[in-house]
């Protein structure tokens, strides 16, 4: 029988779980390093991936907004803080997108390797903020869900999270990762993809494949990552 692992996690209206982690800006101490302010902590799957690039340059592109806000933004995911810094560098040297001109990406990004700020902040209540937003506003939710082999991928987990999402109004946006020997993940295959689109489907849960995004500013899962290797002179590829 499998071990039951019990996590405390945060609900609406409690106080945000404390932390210290290594960024890109040197470590922090959460929250004692942001008090009297709003805080927006918000997390992406994978550095040098379309979406969050786009996401990363408009949080940089409006950072004076927040400000103006009392507001302070601090990003997180499981890459290094050596990827993280390689990525922003990119962003800043490469990219233009919508607002965003090259303005410095300035705000910490936690590297969460071990997971182990993720773990304090639990998805249920997440779900939770979406079903009150949902009552409140009346709008549909869309979830991002990176397809990751051997991860969350398989049609078992689609039925889980077909349960998760019963009875919200949502829909799913299923997004296969791209592979990155690196990293040591891989990715799905189009019968994959189909195999979790058609589970969550026949639960009832509206769903699409993302469409590829990114190619127009070269920021299509990969392009970043292998044009930052090429110009840094990282392997012989020429």
């Given amino acids: ?24 800006t040197g470590e922090i101490n959460f929250p004692d390093d942001y008090r009297g302010k709003w805080v927006v902590l918000f997390s992406h799957p994978a550095d040098f991936t379309p979406v969050c690039t786009s996401e990363i340059a408009t949080f940089a592109a409006m950072r004076d907004d927040f400000h103006s806000l009392n507001a ?14 390689a990525w922003i560098k990119e962003i800043q040297d490469n ?9 410095p990406v300035d705000f910490p990004i936690i590297a969460d390797i071990k997971a182990e700020v993720a773990r304090k902040y639990g998805m249920d209540d997440v779900l939770d903020a979406c079903r009150y937003y949902i009552e409140k506003t009346g709008r549909r939710v869309i979830f991002e869900y990176a397809l990751v082999h051997g991860v969350n991928a398989d049609p078992a987990q689609a039925v889980e999270l077909a349960g998760r999402l019963r009875g919200m109004q949502c829909h799913v ?27 969550l489907e026949q639960k009832g849960i509206s769903v699409t494949r993302r469409r590829e995004m990114g190619d127009d500013i ?10 930052y290797i090429k110009d840094n002179n990282l392997n012989s590829e020429t």
């Fill in 1 to 24: 029988m499998e071990e039951q692992v019990t996590v405390n996690m945060p609900a609406l209206g409690d106080k945000a779980p404390s932390f210290k982690a290594v960024t890109t």
């Fill in 173 to 199: 946006n299923l997004i296969p990762l791209n592979s990155v020997p690196e990293r040591g993940l891989t990715g799905v295959t189009e019968r994959e993809v189909d195999a979790f689109r058609h589970a």
């Fill in 72 to 85: 302070e933004l601090i990003g997180l995911s499981i890459d290094s803080n050596n990827s993280h810094l």
């Fill in 95 to 103: 990219i233009r997108f919508g607002k965003y001109d090259g303005q």
């Fill in 218 to 227: 070269e920021g299509a899962c990969g392009q970043l990552r292998r044009r």
